[in-house]
């Protein structure tokens, strides 16, 4: 008889989420909430909510919305949280309000989401994810101890965040994974520079446009050895942030590399003539995107 089914681990994973919001929003409906059309409401009540509980007041509190220029359908939203976590709408919208409502959906989805115990950061947790980067890599279990080995840095890192959630533990990655992608730790690794000490230095560093200037600039040198390298990596950047969007899913690093080299293919069409505007040399540039 149906009446007698075993519920599914999606129907706990929604009673789940349904008893955060009766903790976070005690005034809204949980069964609700994901019909609710205010869902951008919603979503900025949560974080005001989640700051308060943490003693915060400030501007960091605030969820921001960034919607890409566009002539017309299909229209793209995006919705960055206070901790810099990114999301975007994955459905095919109609108009600028209905992009922007889905991607509060889809954001307010996941912080409900990483409020799971599942999603804080254990001992079980750990090793259960050393164990698959170790599957995925060439490595051993006994490069976990090793912090000069990929795996022990992981496993170091996962440690020194013990009781975040995945959200808190992807924003303190951002920087780590944009200096990979970057070059950079390649180069540090090349001057005897532990990844410990890499680690230690870094983490006390947020993601701001000072260090995206500086990653900008390293890309203007790698164009002086590779001419055409900023914009294929834009063409690919682009192409994986429209990818992951479209899936769901968190979107930071790939938005972040697409503002990397925005900023360096303007400054390297600054130094050129004046007579081409720096749009048609953008357009030039991602001419092979679409």
Request: some cysteine; glycine content about 6%.
């Amino acid at each position: 008889m149906q009446s007698g089914k075993k519920p599914t681990k999606m129907d706990r994973t929604l009673e789940s989420l349904q008893h955060i919001i009766s903790q976070v929003l005690p005034h809204r409906d949980p069964a609700l909430a994901f019909k609710d059309l205010n869902v951008v409401a919603m979503l900025q009540e949560f974080w005001e909510n989640k700051q308060k509980q943490k003693g915060v007041f400030s501007s960091e509190g605030t969820v921001v919305y960034e919607s890409l220029n566009s002539p017309g359908p299909p229209f793209v939203s995006y919705v960055t949280l206070p901790g810099g976590s990114c999301f975007g709408n994955f459905q095919c919208c109609l108009s600028r309000a209905e992009a922007r409502r889905d991607a509060a959906k889809v954001a307010l989805i996941n912080s409900l989401f990483n409020e799971l115990p599942c999603r804080k950061i254990t001992k079980e947790f750990i090793m259960e994810s050393v164990q698959e980067a170790v599957s995925s890599t060439s490595g051993t279990l006994n490069d976990a101890d090793d912090p000069s080995t990929s795996i022990g840095a992981y496993h170091y890192m996962l440690e020194s965040n013990m009781g975040k959630t995945m959200l808190e533990f992807q924003e303190l990655m951002i920087v780590f994974q944009l200096l990979h992608w970057n070059g950079s730790l390649k180069a540090l690794r090349e001057t005897k520079c532990s990844r410990q000490e890499v680690i230690s230095y870094y983490s006390q560093y947020n993601l701001d446009g000072r260090m995206r200037s500086h990653m900008a600039l390293d890309w203007l040198t790698k164009e002086q050895d590779t001419p055409g390298i900023i914009s294929q990596e834009l063409q690919v950047a682009l192409r994986e942030l429209e990818e992951t969007r479209k899936a769901g899913q968190e979107l930071r690093f790939y938005k972040e590399k697409k503002e990397i080299l925005s900023l360096a293919l303007s400054q390297l069409y600054g130094h050129q003539a004046a007579t081409s505007s720096s749009d048609d040399h953008m357009t030039l540039a991602l001419s092979g995107y679409h």
